[in-house]
């Protein structure tokens, strides 16, 4: 039999001091709060170890024992120490412990705290899971925490991310709601009206994307009633070629101005998406003639 490493030494420890009786002097309490330090020591041997899993798993015993002995911010905190270690190669493993301190988090009304731990839930999905739908979620659920708490520029990030997602996953009607809200916060500060035109033109292109050349125009509209500057912008003209084009049933004259506008401001990977959904439709109206 292979020699124990260190951390396995110290879990046996922890293990045996959870499951020992209380002494004659010592409560429960203070049982748990002893064995619930001799788990976060195991956790972090394991961690230099480079065993994350083992890691994890002993910082979640750690969360129980802050638990049993009524340390609640010291649970939470377990459970986050817990999610760190799974990151490393165990994402759903990190969702279930980021979820756990989020519960103890909210319960103890840090909504700000716990929009940072959902946040780094939808980047998992994100990023290692390629869940957009529960990405989408979270980063939702993230950016209402945060406006929560007045961290308007931290949730416009989040409720733009969500936009995306919705957007991507073809429902364009919530992304074009997320957008306006994110616009209209940013409208009104100096430091973030620059970013408005961008978010305008991602909403009217999930109108387009929508087949609502209609609601795209009266958008449009709406957002020049909001900021006289913003027909004029290079994002405002393209979307009105682009509704033109559309409305003509005229594929070239849409390419033509999507290859002119990326000359100028090269397009990302959701716009290129996004302008492709948009051409799709206009084509298959062109067969159907």
Not at 84 to 112: C, E, H, M, S, W
Request: hydrophobic share 40%.
């Amino acid at each position: 039999m292979a020699p124990q490493s260190q951390a396995q030494i110290l879990l046996s420890k922890a293990d045996k001091k959870y499951h020992s009786s209380p002494g004659w002097f010592s409560s429960g309490s203070t049982k748990y709060e002893e064995a619930g330090d001799m788990y976060q020591h195991a956790a972090n041997q394991f961690k230099i170890e480079k065993s994350f899993k083992d890691a994890g798993d002993a910082f979640a015993k750690e969360a129980d024992c802050r638990q049993r002995a009524n340390e609640t911010n010291d649970a939470a905190n377990a459970w986050w120490n817990a999610a760190k270690a799974y990151k490393q190669g165990f994402p759903d493993l990190a969702v279930n412990a980021l979820g756990q301190t989020i519960t103890y988090l909210t319960k103890a009304g840090r909504f700000r705290q716990a929009a940072d731990r959902e946040k780094e839930i939808a980047q998992i999905h994100l990023q290692e899971s390629g869940d957009l739908r529960k990405a989408c979620e979270s980063f939702e659920r993230a950016g209402e925490w945060y406006a929560q708490e007045d961290a308007t520029a931290t949730a416009n990030g989040c409720l733009k991310d969500a936009a995306d997602l919705h957007a991507e996953l073809d429902e364009f009607l919530p992304a074009i709601t997320l957008y306006e809200r994110v616009a209209n916060h940013s409208l009104t500060s100096s430091l973030t009206k620059y970013s408005v035109k961008e978010y305008w033109m991602r909403a009217a292109l999930c109108a387009l994307a929508a087949q609502d050349t209609v609601l795209a125009k009266r958008n449009m509209a709406k957002y020049a009633a909001q900021d006289a500057t913003f027909p004029s912008t290079r994002e405002a003209r393209f979307v009105d070629i682009l509704v033109e084009a559309i409305e003509n049933g005229d594929p070239e004259a849409f390419t033509g101005a999507v290859v002119e506008y990326d000359q100028v401001l090269k397009l990302d990977n959701w716009k290129t998406s996004i302008l492709l959904k948009i051409k799709k439709t206009i084509n298959d109206e062109v067969s159907l003639a």
